[in-house]
């Protein structure tokens, strides 16, 4: 089972034609199946409200189906009250936790650290020593 199913519907009223659209958030699993390349899940949403500009009601049930996990197959839409409906329906995901990158910077840092402790350090160290000790000797002098 995926984390879910969303949809937009765009319709006019049937009684004064008036366009109306619609993000369809309230999709409930209503259903299933195990099949050959794994669960099938239906999933529901009813749309039933009154019209804004006229008051008149209207009813839409969805129904799709997502198989195999992931993938919608196939969607159906029965209404009372509109006309010209259009609906387009995508799987939720929730946005995965990115782990990958903080990882990637912790290895970095270790390759960092392990080549200073290496040859890179040690010329490092020499040149760093250098300067601190040219910095003193001038020091010296203007003091
Ligand atoms: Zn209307």
């Not at 879910?4 to 958030?25: M, N, P, Y």
Request: aromatic fraction near 8%.
């Amino acid at each position: 089972m995926s984390d879910g199913i969303v949809g937009k519907a765009k319709f006019r009223c049937s009684k004064c034609g008036e366009l109306h659209e619609e993000e369809v958030t309230s999709f409930e699993a209503t259903g299933g199946s195990s099949r050959q390349m794994g669960d099938e899940n239906e999933y529901t949403a009813i749309i039933s409200e009154e019209c804004h500009n006229c008051g008149s009601n209207y009813e839409i049930e969805m129904k799709v189906w997502e198989y195999p996990t992931g993938i919608i197959n196939y969607s159906s839409e029965e209404s009372s009250g509109v006309e010209e409906l259009e609906a387009d329906y995508e799987v939720y995901h929730t946005p995965a936790h990115d782990s990958s990158r903080v990882m990637g910077a912790a290895a970095g840092g270790a390759i960092f650290g392990a080549s200073i402790g290496g040859p890179f350090g040690a010329i490092i160290g020499g040149i760093l020593g250098g300067l601190i000790g040219d910095s003193v000797a001038k020091g010296d002098k203007n003091g």
